[in-house]
């Protein structure tokens, strides 16, 4: 597990023995992990109205010495988490020797399906499953690459029977979109580095709503998390310009898959309805 999710985790737990300064501390370095990673402990009693002493004394209550090491665990983990574009920026400057570039972004590509396979929690898996055979519409969202995925994914639940629709973010605002959604409908967001508040924003509201909510994800700590009913999980690092896809593609499969799976009178159906239309109009 990763450390901040390791933090969360132990705040959750804790939560009890925490004074009312210590749970505003808390839901800082939950809610602003990138923030709290670059603050100084000057910096955060004076945004958040608490004493340094406190700020040190949760940090001890969490296993650590002191503010200073719990922040490097922090500072670790965002370094690890770059945005797409720093990390490209990153490889472009740094020296290397003659690369075959296939192999690079297979071995990237493998690397993060095996990852993926280590973090993805099947209770929260399973959960996704139900909630989609229980929505008489799954509506796809995402901003940039989680927009292309979005409409892969739509293209794919159409393709095996279930009613799903692509979200598209444009003259209508995805909040405006989901006013008029049915509370049997389900949102289902990818939100990936840089995170959309766009998509975080629509989440949220869904579940206010009374819609459920599925998100896929690289991080448990991303804010959708918290407007999810299921998220998932995927290791999406790449040297490119871009997150990489395909672990997030074989999640999708592996969702077309099982949901074929368990309605195979539907699937058969749709089966026989696309062969009857190729041979009447190929």
Known sequence: MEKIENIRLLI???????????????????????????CSLQQLE????????????????????????????????IKNSLEPIERYKKFLSTPHERINF?????????????KTLQLIDKNQYDRAIELIKRANHVYFIGMGISSCLAEIANYLFNRASIKSSFMPYGVLKFTEQIVGLSRKSLLFAFSFPPYSPETIAAARYAQSR???????????????????????????ESITISNSI?????????????????????????IRALEKVRKEYE
Do not use: W
């Open 210 to 236: 009374g819609l459920k909510v599925i998100s896929i994800t690289d991080k448990i700590t991303n804010e959708i998390s918290r407007y999810s009913d299921a998220c998932i999980q995927a290791a999406v």
């Open 246 to 270: 395909m672990s997030v593609l074989v999640i999708i499969y592996a969702l077309i898959a099982q949901l074929g799976n368990e309605f195979k009178n539907k699937s058969f159906k749709t």
């Open 102 to 114: 296939v192999d690079l972004i297979a071995e990237e590509a493998i690397k993060n399906i095996n």
């Open 46 to 77: 004076d945004e958040l109205k608490v004493s340094k002493s406190t700020i040190v004394r949760l940090a001890q209550l969490l296993g650590y010495d002191g503010f200073y090491s719990l922040k490097a665990d922090f500072l670790e983990e």
């Open 12 to 38: 959750k737990e804790k939560l009890p023995q925490l004074t009312r300064s210590q749970k505003i501390i808390a839901d800082y370095m939950v809610e602003h992990p990138q923030k709290f990673a670059l």
